[in-house]
């Protein structure tokens, strides 16, 4: 399904990639052989941009298994997916002046200290901001026209964090839109000014569920660069493998090395003959039915457990983690099932 493979396909999606090639290289109304190879190749990489990884992973088992290396090595090694700001340093370092890129992604949006490290990464200063803290359009304009406008001469990324894609897809449009408005306006006034050009970049980042045949529209052409990064930040702050490491090895070697020490502390003790049977001549309980307090209770209790755990790996020997990075972790595992159940409560 073309629409699962790529993050914000449409029937209209590769006339708009085409289209918006053409525009860049402004090469649009050549008609020869070379330019047509250009403009195939710059589409084709443009719309592997917005690929889901695991779509990328199965292109052995479909019709193009031929050509499953080549597009592996230009989505996993060519571009870069493996983090937010892996991506951000490879593409800002292109001095195309100022960019607009909107980001697609399944994982937990950016914190505040998430957004320090990236800063970190490119070496531009960073602010960042949610969509849905702004109760009105003046006060989102207000907000943008201040990033645009300031008055000293450094470069700036404004990162701007959009949850539940799915259901808010004008919403996303029209502040596209405002943020464009807000841009050519500050800089017309600089030019005005006779201020040193500078390059300040805009990045929307949006939040989407895993839904099977897709529930965004993207491919929207104009100024905007699309990308989908199904991980915003790098495998190890996440505490989880890449793609990359999981292909090609089987499921046990990945949960089969656990060091004795978590056999040990983990291990089920062996239950006596007599206590089974005194177990079994107790009658079955019917399923309690648990009270909606009892169960805020229950999550709260589950949540302190999973924050003392978070503390535990913050605490552990660097090397350790080092030994393990090659294996799955089983508290990583269970501590995002978990946080996805007690969303739902």
Not at 14 to 25: D, E, H, P
Not at 43 to 63: E, F, G, K, N
Not at 215 to 223: H, K, L, N, Y
Not at 267 to 272: D, L, N, Q, V, Y
Request: include cysteine; charge should be negative.
């Amino acid at each position: 399904d073309r629409k699962s493979a790529f993050v914000g396909y449409h029937p209209d999606a590769a006339a708009t990639v085409v289209l918006r090639v053409c525009r860049s290289l402004g090469e649009w109304y050549l008609d020869d052989e070379e330019t047509e190879e250009r403009i195939f190749a710059e589409s084709y990489r443009t719309i592997l941009q917005c690929a889901a990884p695991d779509a990328v992973a199965r292109l052995q088992a479909s019709d193009l298994r031929d050509k499953a290396s080549d597009l592996w090595d230009e989505y996993f090694k060519e571009q870069s997916h493996s983090s937010l700001a892996d991506y951000l340093y490879t593409e800002l370092r292109k001095g195309e002046g100022s960019q607009f890129i909107q980001v697609t992604t399944h994982s937990r949006l950016l914190s505040g200290e998430n957004v320090l490290q990236i800063e970190k990464r490119i070496g531009i200063s960073t602010q960042f901001m949610s969509l849905q803290q702004f109760d009105t359009e003046q006060q989102f304009c207000a907000r943008v026209r201040e990033f645009y406008s300031q008055a000293n001469d450094l470069d700036g990324v404004l990162i701007v964090l959009c949850e539940s894609g799915d259901v808010n897809g004008e919403l996303v449009a029209c502040a596209r839109y405002l943020v464009q408005e807000q841009r050519d306006d500050a800089f017309r006034k600089r030019q005005e000014d006779s201020m040193r050009k500078v390059s300040r970049h805009a990045v929307f980042v949006i939040h989407l569920p895993r839904i099977a045949g897709g529930c965004f529209v993207g491919f929207q052409g104009g100024s905007w660069t699309e990308v989908h990064i199904d991980d915003l930040r790098p495998a190890h702050q996440a505490k989880q493998l890449s793609i990359t490491s999981l292909d090609g090895r089987k499921l046990s070697s990945l949960l089969g090395k656990v060091t004795p020490e978590v056999n040990r502390n983990r291990s089920i003790p062996e239950t006596e003959p007599e206590e089974r049977m005194e177990q079994e001549m107790i009658p079955e309980r019917k399923p309690e039915v648990k009270s909606e307090l009892r169960m805020d209770v229950e999550a709260e209790m589950v949540v302190e457990d999973i924050e003392d755990m978070d503390t535990e790996e913050a605490a552990r020997d660097p090397q350790e983690e080092k030994e393990e990075v090659s294996i799955l972790s089983a508290a990583v595992l269970f501590r995002s099932c978990v946080h996805a159940a007690t969303s739902r409560l």
